[in-house]
């Protein structure tokens, strides 16, 4: 299949499109460069011996939007463009339901005027809010509790809409829970602009010695040591998931939500754990209070991605860190 993949040049987008390309897809990129570099392509083509093609547009163009698909037989589109910061999106709410459900409007309409109906499309275990029903299903309540997650939501919900209105269309909404790892090579890899907001590339750069410590928010937590626990997957995982997704739609069309995630909760020192293990570096650490929003524990039930697309996360922890301190380690800086 030709597939197209908005945000193609991010973090998650960047692994799938070697992932797609590994199992015998074509792929075109569209990217804006607002979380991502342009050395980016260097590096998939370093990885993957092609030179990928590449649209520089944002996905709320729709002039860009139909350009891209007009001149390319497109079969399937992998959206992944939206900005996805929770604390960025309290303090700027506008600009995540602009891109983030605009985004994706905009994108069905082209999608819609060239006959392109199959789309994958990159949700998030935010919609769950803080449900203590653990491990979470896809039959979960959602209750999203930020601008964030409600913007996943939302567009879940058009998606569900749409196909209700047109069965022509076929969809599925992959929720992630908490992607780290990096590609083995060493050349791609999570390069967050400014402050990380995630914990895996905080302790990263603690580690290479770009940042003092890392702050842990909240010890007392009714968890084995006190600290949050999440579902960690490595984004091989996540990447390998998505090709089975836009497979599964061109076999068995319809709209579906599914989780990808291990099924295992890992805490925070736990975490740090694996990573001074995999660096040899100790992390300091420091000790604030809880953040609002912040729930104790966050797991996925993956069950139902094993059953409808025949995937299951394979790789281990000490794999996730290991990979992410080769990227951070041979990239102090990132691609700059």
């Given at each position: 299949m030709r597939i197209l993949l908005t945000g193609g040049t991010g973090y998650i987008g960047s692994h799938t499109a070697i992932a797609l390309i590994e199992a015998g897809h074509q792929v075109t990129l569209l990217d804006n460069f607002s979380n991502s570099k342009p050395a980016v392509l260097d590096r998939l083509r370093e990885i993957t011996g092609v030179t990928m093609d590449f649209f520089e547009a944002d996905v709320t163009d729709e002039d860009a939007l139909d350009a891209v698909m007009a001149d390319r037989s497109i079969d399937a589109v992998i959206h992944f463009a939206a900005p996805k910061a929770v604390g960025e999106s309290i303090a700027r709410p506008l600009h995540y339901f602009e891109n983030g459900v605009g985004g994706t409007v905009k994108l069905l309409r082209a999608m819609d005027r060239h006959a392109v109906r199959n789309v994958v499309y990159s949700s998030s275990a935010t919609v769950y809010g803080l449900s203590e029903d653990l491990p979470l299903t896809e039959d979960a309540p959602t209750s999203v509790i930020n601008p964030y997650g409600r913007t996943k939501l939302m567009c879940e919900q058009i998606l569900g809409d749409l196909f209700a209105s047109d069965s022509s269309w076929n969809a599925i909404a992959l929720r992630y829970f908490n992607p780290v790892g990096a590609?083995?090579?060493?050349?791609?890899?999570?390069?967050?602009?400014?402050?990380?907001?995630?914990?895996?590339?905080?302790?990263?750069?603690?580690?290479?010695?770009?940042?003092?410590?890392?702050?842990?928010?909240?010890?007392?937590?009714?968890?084995?040591?006190?600290?949050?626990?999440?579902?960690?997957?490595?984004?091989?995982?996540?990447?390998?998931?998505?090709?089975?997704?836009?497979?599964?739609?061109?076999?068995?069309?319809?709209?579906?939500?599914?989780?990808?995630?291990?099924?295992?909760?890992?805490?925070?020192?736990?975490?740090?754990?694996?990573?001074?293990?995999?660096?040899?570096?100790?992390?300091?650490?420091?000790?604030?209070?809880?953040?609002?929003?912040?729930?104790?524990?966050?797991?996925?039930?993956?069950?139902?991605?094993?059953?409808?697309?025949?995937?299951?996360?394979?790789?281990?922890?000490?794999?996730?860190t290991a990979d992410v301190w080769r990227w951070q380690s041979h990239n102090p800086n990132g691609y700059d």
């Open positions: 590609h083995p090579s060493g050349l791609i890899g999570e390069d967050p602009q400014g402050v990380p907001a995630n914990l895996v590339p905080f302790i990263a750069q603690v580690a290479v010695g770009r940042r003092p410590a890392l702050t842990i928010f909240g010890d007392d937590y009714p968890t084995p040591d006190g600290t949050g626990v999440r579902d960690y997957i490595h984004v091989l995982d996540l990447a390998e998931g998505h090709v089975a997704a836009v497979e599964h739609l061109a076999n068995k069309p319809g709209y579906d939500t599914i989780n990808l995630g291990t099924g295992q909760g890992v805490s925070v020192r736990e975490m740090v754990e694996a990573f001074e293990r995999a660096s040899g570096v100790a992390i300091p650490i420091e000790v604030a209070p809880r953040r609002p929003g912040d729930g104790p524990a966050s797991w996925a039930d993956a069950t139902k991605a094993a059953r409808v697309l025949g995937w299951t996360a394979t790789r281990t922890l000490d794999q996730m």
